[in-house]
């Protein structure tokens, strides 16, 4: 338990800046002018499809939803990063992808979450506002 708290403070303190400017990097990436024009780009084909809104899908029952649930718990635990793994190891990481997991099922802290990013997004499309 030491050894792994020790090498958990020893990654913080040698890789604490090469992540953050990883992070920085990524996300500069990801709302940069191109990748933003993509994002409505896709929106608009996948909404619009012919110039028409797409009609809404039909009604899944209770036991689809909860199959779809499950295979997609299941394809989330599949692909935990590796490198979570080695730092805290496969009990903790999976516990954690359990909660994030089951975090993401509430549509309440969804649609907060989507309020979130689309006004970070707007922000930056926007920055005047």
């Known amino acids: 338990m030491w ?3 020790t090498i958990i403070t020893f990654v913080q303190i040698t890789y ?3 992540i953050s400017r990883q992070v920085r990097e990524t996300v500069t990436g990801l709302f940069s002018e191109h990748m933003v024009y993509s994002y409505i780009q896709f929106i608009i084909k996948s909404w619009w499809i012919d110039g028409k809104l797409k009609a809404p ?3 899944r029952t209770d036991e689809q939803k909860v199959k779809t649930r499950s295979e997609a718990r299941d394809h989330f635990l599949a692909n935990i990063p590796e490198l979570l793994t080695n730092i805290v190891g496969q ?3 999976r516990r954690g992808a359990t909660k994030v997991f089951d975090i ?3 549509p309440l802290l969804n649609k907060h979450l989507f309020y979130d ?3 970070v997004v707007l922000h930056e499309i926007f920055p005047e506002m």
């Open 3 to 5: 050894l792994r708290k």
């Open 16 to 18: 604490n800046k090469t």
């Open 57 to 59: 899908p039909p009604q």
């Open 91 to 93: 009990q903790a990481s």
């Open 104 to 106: 993401l099922q509430d």
């Open 117 to 119: 990013l689309l006004e």
